[in-house]
């Protein structure tokens, strides 16, 4: 979220989302950043503060699988979502909500054949490799704000492997998927109408990742 300058000091913490404490707190007052960490659901939640600026982000370790893997986005947006109300406090003049997820495929083939579903005014050929696109879709919105949503498509192969104390090195594991980087938000210079709560702004643009994840960038 961008918030006013006279907001730095907002009554938002880690605390505040988790009824809880966080296991970390840093500090670099010459900057005018704070940032808090904790374990929250499956992995670690990071409130950072600085001039005009709040960012909330959950994110997971790499664990056995080559995907970090914070479960099921279905899943995991349930627990999102139960802290959107505690935003309603802030005023902000600008709210995003973004996140990376990977949807597993066999191998690059099917790869490229589900790219083909999600961006279908693309033409993909069989023989091209390596593709990655990004493609902003400004539109306006239910909530009477134009909204930018941003995505960015590949198909990818994660290869895992292990140093051996001898400083030699071999693959142990491999998977491929579909890989969609999002990052929905209010666009610049479109002040988010009054009436409008950030819950029921964070709600739509959820609403709109859900949708990009099931009818791809149309």
Not at 39 to 45: D, K, M, Q, R, T
Not at 155 to 169: N, P, Y
Request: glycine share 8%.
């Amino acid at each position: 979220m961008n918030m006013p300058q006279d907001l730095l000091e907002s009554p938002i913490r880690w605390s505040t989302l988790t009824s809880s404490e966080p296991e970390t707190v840093t500090e670099k007052p010459t900057q005018g950043v704070r940032t808090e960490e904790g374990p929250w659901c499956n992995g670690v939640l990071t409130l950072t503060k600085q001039l005009g600026r709040l960012d909330v982000v959950y994110s997971v370790d790499m664990q056995e699988s080559p995907f970090p893997d914070a479960g099921r986005f279905s899943d995991v947006l349930q627990f999102l979502e139960e802290l959107y109300p505690k935003f309603n406090s802030l005023s902000a003049p600008r709210v995003g909500f973004g996140g990376v997820v990977f949807l597993p495929v066999a191998d690059r083939g099917e790869g490229y054949e589900r790219l083909k579903e999600f961006l279908p005014f693309l033409s993909i050929e069989d023989d091209m490799r390596d593709l990655y696109l990004q493609v902003n879709r400004q539109r306006d919105s239910d909530i009477d704000v134009k909204i930018n949503n941003i995505s960015k498509w590949s198909s990818v192969e994660i290869k895992v492997l292990e140093i051996r104390s001898d400083g030699a090195s071999g693959e142990v594991g491999s998977a491929n998927a579909v890989r969609l980087e999002f990052d929905i938000n209010t666009a610049d210079g479109m002040n988010i109408p009054d009436g409008v709560s950030n819950e029921l702004v964070l709600r739509y643009l959820t609403s709109q990742s859900k949708a990009l994840m099931m009818d791809g960038a149309i």
